[in-house]
């Protein structure tokens, strides 16, 4: 079945980095475009942008240029999340999120299981 | 960005009876060229991850059971829960991926009463 594993839940200080990562199975996985959601303590859901798995070009939503960079490694089916000088606002739990397509944002399905990053001194 | 506004926040339903949540975009997720409303639904549960239900407003997704059902067109959308379980308590998202960025309501929690 379609599956995506996320890295696990990190604790980082405040102006550190951290590389999340999102190992897909089950499907092709340069067929598919790969998103990533941001979803922040008891609140809801915020979309970063996604990543063409194909040609490896990503998009950012705005809010996440600069600092966030979506990456891949297709010869072991895994997109990467790396978001650089962490501050405390950046403590949530991020997603990824199999597109439906390549050509166009539709809905996501399925979703991996979150990695929880904590930013903290 | 189209906003997303799901109404009411919370509801609590007994078990057994009908839960209704809406959502209402600010703008009309429907593209006239294919009549279809880029609209989707969610169901998260607490420490999971979000789930699809139903994607183009109103099909459901294979395996989610037939009491859940979307509707609605344009605007104004609603996710129905026919007779609720005590497994469909969980916090449900509309979202809109007419436009780029795709955006989601704040999200509707759904509990027992």
């Known amino acids: 079945q379609v599956q995506l594993v996320q890295s696990g839940s990190e604790l980082k200080k405040p102006g550190a980095s951290v590389k999340v990562s999102c190992k897909a199975s089950?499907?092709?996985?340069?067929?598919?475009?790969m998103n990533w959601v941001r979803q922040a303590p008891g609140q809801g859901l915020e979309w970063m942008g996604w990543i063409n798995t194909n040609t490896g070009n990503p998009t950012y939503a705005q809010g996440f240029t600069g600092r966030f960079v979506f990456s891949l490694d297709t010869s072991v089916s895994t997109a990467y999340l790396q978001i650089s000088s962490l501050k405390a606002e950046d403590t949530a739990v991020y997603y990824c999120?199999?597109?439906?397509?390549?050509?166009?944002?539709?809905?996501?399905?399925?979703w991996g299981q979150g990695t929880l990053v904590t930013v903290s001194s | 960005d189209i906003v997303m506004t799901q109404s009411p926040d919370s509801l609590a339903v007994s078990l057994g009876e009908r839960a209704t949540i809406n959502c209402k975009s600010s703008?009309?997720?429907?593209?006239?060229?294919?009549?279809?409303?880029?609209l989707a639904w969610y169901q998260q549960k607490p420490g999971q991850p979000p789930k699809l239900l139903t994607y183009w407003a109103s099909i459901r997704e294979s395996e989610v059971p037939d009491r859940i059902s979307g509707s609605g067109s344009g605007t104004d959308f609603t996710l129905t829960i026919s007779s609720l379980q005590a497994e469909d308590v969980a916090v449900y998202y509309c979202?809109?991926?007419?436009?780029?960025?795709?955006?989601f309501g704040q999200g509707t929690k759904v509990e027992i009463k």
């Open positions: 999120a199999k597109g439906i397509t390549m050509v166009r944002v539709n809905w996501f399905d399925p």
């Open positions: 979202q809109q991926y007419y436009s780029t960025p795709p955006t």
């Open positions: 089950g499907y092709t996985f340069t067929s598919y475009a």
């Open positions: 703008q009309s997720v429907l593209y006239s060229s294919n009549n279809k409303n880029y």
